[in-house]
């Protein structure tokens, strides 16, 4: 009888032949991918040749323009240079056509493209898909439920609440004012709108501003902004996996797991106040609910009520989305009435003259103080809270001067393009008022903090 032995050196052959079969499917593959980016470069190429734009690495794209904190700056050259649109390349096959001129933006935000998925989806780990994040059909739905929680018999009680908070902050400030020492204003205001937005829309009582937790949630969203935005810009962080291995991927768990916790509680805490004997029939009996308990209460038009995930989503958007902008603005006023001291005690006149030494502000008062509000606006056209908001193209589109882009291309309409581009506002960089004064004319998209259209 004979045994058939395998010997060392036939198994280390058929262990080289598995490993060079091996590496020739994996160099084919990688010969596939490159001429799959190679053709969709060319492809974008021939799209975007309408539109000139800097020029740019074939690899790193225009990473070099992107100098460090040198972001704004770089929009500002483009928009002087490029007349309304550029095209911007992130790296490889990958690029967004920057807009900033009125009638662009008025063609894209009159149409229904969704969101670019690319930059976009790097939130949902943070608020879910609410109302920021959804598309089509699911949106629709829920903007028409919450509509009603914006209607102007819900946000005038709002205002007193707001000075509430307000009064709170200003009480602090007095304090701190002994210390004869510059303050940073962002947190002491992220707090103050936290605080509005919690007791307007989350029917909380007693006042977040004092509350160390809400500090913790602060630091955490402005981590998680942070992180976000660098996110985005680095191209070996564009892949979930990988990310989640690096420190900035574990540190980005670590703060959604901190602004979760804030708003699981949040949610938890209105939930057991519901349960209340007879707390339920009184709120069903309000003509105007607020916006928790219309999340709470709702049913879809299929009958089905929210689901957890899509309510804690809703919340989290709303509860970041209501105070981390707000504060912003409100910050960027701030500095800009603080470095124009003679537009600053106009204002501070003209409020005087319309409460005196002590009485509230009130719905009523808020059209009575137009030179104010013109500095405000000014402000948020120096300083939008949202620099830019990017659409994925679902079909052709066409701009009045006849140059045109494909189904597909990811747009980015930079508000803050826009707002500095010196077609649409001569000299952009000065603090004027007066642009915004009554009976001045303006594009109906040249002024956008907000956006413009369904969204």
Known sequence: MSVSVLSPSRLLGDVSGILQAASLLILLLLLIKAVQLYLHRQWLLKALQQFPCPPSHWLFGHIQELQQDQELQRIQKWV???????PH??????VRVQLYDPDYMKVILGRSDPKSHGSYRFLAPWIGYGL???NGQTWFQHRRMLTPAFHYDILKPYVGLMADSVRV????????LGQDSPLEVFQHVSLMTLDTIMKCAFS???SIQVDRNSQS?????????NLVFSRVRNAFHQNDTIYSLTSAGRWTHRACQLAHQHTDQVIQLRKAQLQKEGELEKIKRKRHLDFLDILLLAKMENGSILSDKDLRAEVDTFMFEGHDTTASGISWILYALATHPKHQERCREEIHSLLGDGASITWNHLDQMPYTTMCIKEALRLYPPVPG??????TPVTFPDGRSLPKGIMVLLSIYGLHHNPKVWPNPEVFDPFRFAPGSAQ????FLPFSGGSR
Do not use: V
Request: glycine share 8%; aromatic share 10%; charged share 20%.
């Open 169 to 176: 902050m200003l009480d602090k400030w007095e304090e701190l």
């Open 89 to 94: 390349w992130l790296w490889g096959g990958k």
């Open 389 to 394: 908001i990017g659409r994925e193209l679902s």
């Open 132 to 134: 920021l994040l959804l």
């Open 443 to 446: 594009h109906s998209h040249a």
């Open 80 to 86: 002087e240079t490029f007349p309304s649109a550029c």
């Open 204 to 206: 909380h009582q007693g």
């Open 217 to 225: 949630y602060i630091q955490a969203i402005s981590d998680l902004n």
